[in-house]
């Protein structure tokens, strides 16, 4: 399934579309692993092309999006580091410049991953990471020319709570020259996220004195019912929550404070109650209907193996009505037993991000037990050059042995999309090559 379906596939996109023009990715191959009885997950790897040699001179990375619900294939790939933006346009910040890419649809029944039936989808992180073993198992026992090459895990939203559970798991079981993981604006701790955007948003004006009442006690409400081990009623005091922050913003945007989301705006959605509000904020925005149709036609024509009856993007709703009882529990634990075993964590989060605003990561963080974390908070970050604006700062960032934060400037949740040169700078300097 390799150069030559991948070289039909590009043909017919560029019949498809004859004003794509451009660099295509030297090297890719995609197929699906059965994970579990009725459980079916979908992949897609780029091999590297980036200037510096082989692709076994660099690191693989596999993308995790978050949701849960959001494509890897699709999102990350289109709309954030992949070689082709949603346009089929090349784009200049892919990160194939500096690693092989693997994208996962996870959990099964995203993207173009599926499940026989709702019952097969995965319930918390703990099912997530279980799947993702037995795809890893297979990926490695396949692509037998990446067992040297460091694999680094890079996450976002969502996907970093995935992404933590998963590296721990890949510390005690599998062949493969595991290298770190990259927790981007994760939710690491729901409760810390939420209990700072009052804060967050009257320290930008974007909340008064009123809202900022409104708010704070709606947020301590979901605090009561998570310390109440109450994880369910806390999901839906935390919509009620993102629901008077709308109210008391003009609908500001929780993925960048700085845009508008026009069709974000909207009172009262169809379905079953606030898991309806909740996914039309969390998973609508990661299925853009130009995305959909790319998805959906010529990209499905291109890979030529997902089934008639799947649709990218068709099961989305359900995997996250499936993670209800899943959404607030934190994972600071699992990050603090990365740390104890030597795993390299780093955390990454854009300064514009409402949802899981830099707060709230800080406050996770200070509640580590790493011994090394009062080293880390005592010391000073080093500011970066941002590498599309020569002399002007794009972040900062600090290390101490195997513990890193960057702090991401003028960029939102998805910080590829909003600061890609940032980003793949970042890359770089994560997987040790600048």
């Given at each position: 399934m390799e150069r030559l379906k991948i070289a039909t596939g590009l043909l017919l996109v560029l019949l498809i579309d004859p004003a794509f023009l451009g660099p295509l990715p030297a090297k890719e191959s995609w197929g699906y692993v059965d994970v579990r009885e009725g459980a079916h997950m979908f992949w897609w790897l780029y091999y590297a092309d980036g200037s510096s040699g082989s692709y076994k001179d660099l690191p693989l990375v596999m993308w995790l999006q978050g949701g849960p619900g959001g494509s890897g294939c699709g999102f990350g790939n289109f709309e954030e580091i992949g070689p082709l933006d949603r346009d089929l346009a090349p784009r200049n910040t892919t990160w194939?410049?500096?690693?092989?890419?693997?994208?996962?649809?996870?959990?099964?029944?995203?993207?173009?991953?599926?499940?026989?039936?709702?019952d097969a989808l995965t319930k918390d992180v703990a099912m997530v990471a279980a799947d993702m073993m037995v795809l890893l198992k297979n990926f490695f026992a396949t692509k037998t020319e990446f067992h040297s090459v460091p694999f680094y895990i890079f996450s976002e939203s969502y996907g970093g709570k995935m992404a933590a559970a998963i590296a721990l798991e890949l510390?005690?079981?599998?062949?493969?020259?595991?290298?770190?993981?990259?927790?981007?604006?994760?939710w690491i701790s729901p409760l810390d996220s939420v209990l700072t955007w009052g804060p967050y948003l009257y320290s930008t004006s974007l909340?008064?004195?009123?809202?900022?009442?409104?708010?704070?006690?709606?947020?301590?409400?979901?605090?009561?019912?998570?310390?109440?081990?109450?994880?369910?009623?806390?999901?839906?005091?935390?919509?009620?929550?993102?629901?008077?922050?709308?109210?008391?913003?003009?609908?500001v945007n929780f993925y960048n404070i700085l845009t508008q989301d026009p069709d974000g705006r909207v009172k009262?959605?169809?379905?079953?109650?606030y898991l309806a509000s909740l996914r039309h904020r969390h998973v609508r925005p990661l299925h853009r209907q130009s995305l959909g149709e790319l998805m959906n036609g010529p990209i499905r024509k291109k890979l030529g193996v997902i089934p008639q009856n799947v649709t990218w993007g068709g099961q989305a709703n359900a995997v996250f009505t499936s993670m209800e009882g899943d959404?607030?529990?934190?994972?600071?634990?699992?990050?603090?037993?990365?740390?104890?075993?030597?795993?390299?964590?780093?955390?990454?989060?854009?300064?514009?991000?409402?949802?899981?605003?830099?707060?709230?990561?800080?406050?996770?963080v200070k509640k580590l037990k790493w011994p090394g974390l009062p080293h880390f908070t005592q010391q000073q970050w080093t500011a970066l050059d941002d590498p599309a604006s020569p002399g002007q700062t794009g972040a900062f960032y600090k290390v101490h042995k195997n513990f890193a934060f960057y702090w991401i400037l003028k960029a939102g949740h998805m910080i590829p999309s909003d600061q890609g040169a940032m980003a793949l700078k970042m890359l770089r300097m994560v997987t040790q090559q600048e």
């Open positions: 194939i410049q500096a690693a092989s890419v693997l994208f996962v649809d996870n959990p099964v029944g995203t993207g173009y991953s599926y499940t026989d039936t709702e510390t005690k079981d599998i062949k493969c020259n595991f290298a770190g993981v990259a927790l981007g604006d994760s909340l008064d004195d009123y809202g900022l009442g409104e708010v704070t006690r709606a947020a301590k409400a979901v605090e009561q019912a998570v310390n109440e081990g109450r994880l369910e009623r806390a999901t839906e005091l935390w919509s009620v929550t993102e629901s008077v922050v709308e109210q008391n913003t003009n609908w009262q959605v169809a379905g079953d109650g959404f607030m529990k934190p994972v600071v634990d699992i990050v603090d037993q990365l740390l104890a075993a030597g795993v390299n964590v780093t955390v990454y989060n854009g300064q514009l991000d409402l949802i899981v605003d830099t707060m709230g990561q800080e406050l996770w």
